[in-house]
């Protein structure tokens, strides 16, 4: 990798760079970690989950306020927004999935490249293994890390349970989890991607070799070595040959 200006450069519509001379080698990566929530998928699952709650705007502002960096205590702002989802039935989250979870553009194309490639697949989220799981099994994803919603008599508590490694993955989480996979599979920090999309994801985008904004806040494009602004994720690839 060649070090350049840290001025953006738009190489192509939508498609900026900063920090380095494409292209790069994608098999000179060995793991590429993904946030979920409006970068894997076009959701974010808490918002749709508040909406048969009737509670969608006012979690929707608390989760735009967080994403762009706004709310300091990621924890407290989930938890505030998980207790507003009591009662929600587990049909009302299937039907999320079957009606309203997508796949953005070019999240399969993505993947199938890095595996193609060698590398390993991490998805990290601040979402709920509800849906984590469902994502990680259609794109054949190596690794997870997310949170888990309390169901009792088929509906959420409000809560979410603590899980071996803590209570809630935060942007502080998928730090962790991204240098502990790295650990794991014996390699540096500078061999991973890291893609996402608000300020939860920044510390992990900051650790990996590098970092992806995908139609992201603009405190998240301004630091993202490639800032994928138009198109779908597969975009990456222009860049990584």
Request: with cysteine.
């Amino acid at each position: 990798m060649t070090s350049t200006s840290t001025e953006p450069t738009e190489i192509s519509p939508g498609l900026v760079l900063q920090g380095f001379v494409p292209p790069l080698r994608l098999s000179n990566f060995k793991l590429i970690a993904f946030d979920m929530d409006s970068t894997l998928i076009n959701i974010e699952c808490v918002d749709e989950i508040a909406d048969a709650a009737g509670r969608k705007a006012e979690v929707a502002a608390i989760t735009a306020a967080a994403m762009r960096g706004e709310i300091v205590n990621y924890k407290d702002s989930l938890r505030q927004r998980v207790a507003l989802l009591k009662g929600v039935s587990e049909a009302d989250l299937e039907q999320i999935y079957q009606q309203r979870l997508q796949l953005n553009p070019g999240a399969v194309e993505l993947v199938a490249a890095c595996k193609k490639a060698g590398l390993k697949v991490l998805l990290v989220s601040g979402g709920f293994t509800y849906f984590t799981d469902r994502v990680r099994d259609r794109l054949g994803i190596d690794y997870t890390r997310s949170n888990v919603l309390e169901i009792q008599d088929g509906r959420l508590t409000g809560r979410m349970l603590d899980q071996p490694w803590g209570d809630i993955c935060d942007g502080t989480g998928k730090h962790r989890m991204l240098l502990e996979t790295c650990a794991r599979l014996g390699l540096t920090r500078g061999q991973a991607i890291a893609v996402g999309d608000g300020a939860n994801d920044l510390p992990m985008m900051r650790a990996a070799g590098l970092s992806v904004a995908y139609h992201a806040k603009p405190t998240v494009r301004a630091q993202a070595m490639v800032a994928i602004n138009s198109g779908g994720l597969d975009r990456l690839l222009t860049v990584l040959n």
